[in-house]
């Protein structure tokens, strides 16, 4: 007899539907498994024939062949222990073969409990798409698959008798109540922590206001990671459908919990430079979401930038610009989305003192281009802000005066990026970082006296094509900071400011 129990799976990070078909046969008892199995879905035989006998039932002397279908597709990890477990027992008949509307999985421990999965909420929002109507899943991971939204029925399941009970008509189990969210007693850093560096400040919140790239230059203990930080407390809130995308990420990543399905929160990822370029992408045997993906909707942060890898900082090149990266691998080849803003720090040389008031640096121009030199040309113009972030002097540390809060700054930038929503509606922009080439065209139009100034800047910084459009972007965050319809010459001033930096001009000739 052979019995068919839908289940789902995982490619990328995202869900497809998987059948579990068991069939039992005569011959020497064997228990096979066939459709591509990875070693964690083969080992789930010894789970499952504990589990089986856990509960109570007969595990059967025959021989068992599963297959999980399309068998084209590689299947790994231990969400098949549930469905294997309740296909065995239908084909020797001890439980009613289940609805094919409904979807089971879970990891099965040898007692029959069961236990968490990854990537339950891509998972779960596969089984709303294909049509399920009931999702079977561990207790810990149902609050997760609620999320999915209406139309799905989640049953939690603590463990496998529990189901079969349910399945035999004896114990109806219970569907789990959509999540609602807590209220977030941890509190976000706060931009009001900052003594003086107004400039930067007032770079940040443009960063912030159109979703732009900044790189940080300063010395040692100027308080540059302090601040980039503090940039998540002070971007708007995520739209729901920005979370749903960046939970999937962490989902399946492994990094969500049943009592925080959802990330309310922007993300904000701060690799050490020691990591690989597979681990900054994504990568593995079957490929998984790396930092830049984990950063999806929110920020990248680098600290130290030139001692990172030059490998890992050129595979950021071409994610900045399309917002997504592709993976290839032997097992398969996947697109994960990585829309993030580039926050980067460095010292302005080796040392980190060049250009302080002590004039206690001590290295050669030979020694700082090397030190700059270490981040290629092409990656510094895909930077939208260059920033020289000042030793703070004592008086600015100990005014009496409280800075402004993140709240405050945050309420700006909100203002800013819902114009920018109003702009670029319906056509899948959400800020001014992202605008198209012909966008720019259309939105960044200036007059005589603004066309005088980017000519000037053009010729004089050097611009390519590509930092010519960079610099209008940052133009058009000014005017919408400014609540200003056009880009009028100050606004345009203001983001030549951020585009000039004496370091790159006097070592990298930029």
């Not at 070693?39 to 039932?57: I, L, N, Q, T």
């Not at 020289?388 to 700006?412: K, T």
Request: charged fraction near 20%; charge should be neutral.
């Amino acid at each position: 007899m052979v019995v068919t129990i839908r289940s789902l799976g995982i490619s990328g990070i995202t869900g497809y539907g998987v059948s579990v078909e068991c069939a039992l046969s005569g011959g020497l008892p064997a228990f096979d498994v066939v459709g591509l199995p990875d070693a964690a879905v083969r080992e789930s035989r010894e789970r499952v024939r504990s589990a089986v006998k856990s509960c109570g039932a007969k595990f059967p002397v025959s021989r068992i062949t599963v297959n999980l279908a399309p068998a084209a597709l590689r299947k790994e990890g231990t969400i098949y222990d549930l469905p294997m477990l309740l296909g065995i027992l239908a084909a020797q008949q001890d439980i009613p073969a289940p609805s094919g509307e409904a979807a089971f999985l879970g990891e099965l421990s040898l007692t029959g409990a069961l236990r968490p999965v990854s990537g339950m909420l891509p998972m779960a929002m596969a089984a709303r798409r294909l049509g399920f109507r009931e999702i079977y899943v561990p207790a810990e991971n149902a609050a997760e698959a609620t999320l999915a939204g209406e139309g799905l029925t989640v049953y939690p399941v603590a463990h496998a008798g529990e189901l079969l009970a349910h399945l035999r008509g004896e114990q109806a189990l219970s569907p789990a109540a959509p999540w609602q969210p807590e209220e977030d007693d941890v509190p976000m850093p706060d931009l009001k922590d900052v003594m003086g560096q107004e400039n930067v400040r007032r770079a940040l919140e443009i960063a912030a206001a159109g979703g732009h790239s900044i790189l940080l230059v300063g010395s040692p203990g100027s308080g540059k990671s302090m601040m980039a930080r503090r940039l998540p407390s002070i971007l708007p809130e995520m739209t729901r459908q920005e979370a749903l995308e960046s939970t999937e990420i962490w989902s399946v990543a492994g990094m969500t919990d049943s009592r925080h399905p959802l990330l309310r929160r922007r993300p904000f990822r701060s690799p050490h430079h020691t990591l690989s370029a597979p681990a900054m992408t994504g990568g593995g045997s079957v490929p998984r979401p790396g930092e830049i993906s984990l950063a999806h909707n929110g920020v990248l942060f680098l600290d130290e930038l030139p001692e990172f890898q030059p490998s890992v900082l050129e595979s950021l090149r071409q994610p900045l610009e399309d917002g997504e990266v592709t993976v290839t691998r032997a097992a398969a080849t996947v697109t994960l989305p990585s829309r993030f803003m580039l926050v980067a720090a460095m010292n302005p040389c080796r040392c980190g003192w060049y250009g302080h008031p002590s004039g206690r640096c001590r290295c050669t121009p030979q020694q700082i281009q090397r030190y700059v030199g270490r981040i290629s040309g092409p990656m510094l113009d895909r930077m939208d802000l260059y920033v020289e972030v000042p030793s703070v002097d004592f008086a600015s540390m100990r005014r009496r005066e409280e800075p402004e809060s993140s709240a405050q700054v945050r309420r700006r930038v909100s203002e800013a990026r819902a114009v920018q929503t109003d702009r670029f509606a319906g056509t899948g922009v959400s800020c001014n970082a992202r605008m198209s080439p012909d966008m720019v065209g259309r939105c960044c139009q200036l007059d005589s006296a603004g066309e005088k100034i980017l000519q000037g800047a053009f010729e004089r910084l050097g611009l390519t094509a590509r930092g010519h459009d960079r610099l209008l972007r940052v133009a058009r965050t000014i005017a919408d900071l400014a609540g200003e319809e056009n880009i009028s010459p100050v606004h345009l001033a203001e983001a030549v400011q951020y585009r000039s930096l004496p370091l790159f001009r006097d070592f990298l000739s930029l």
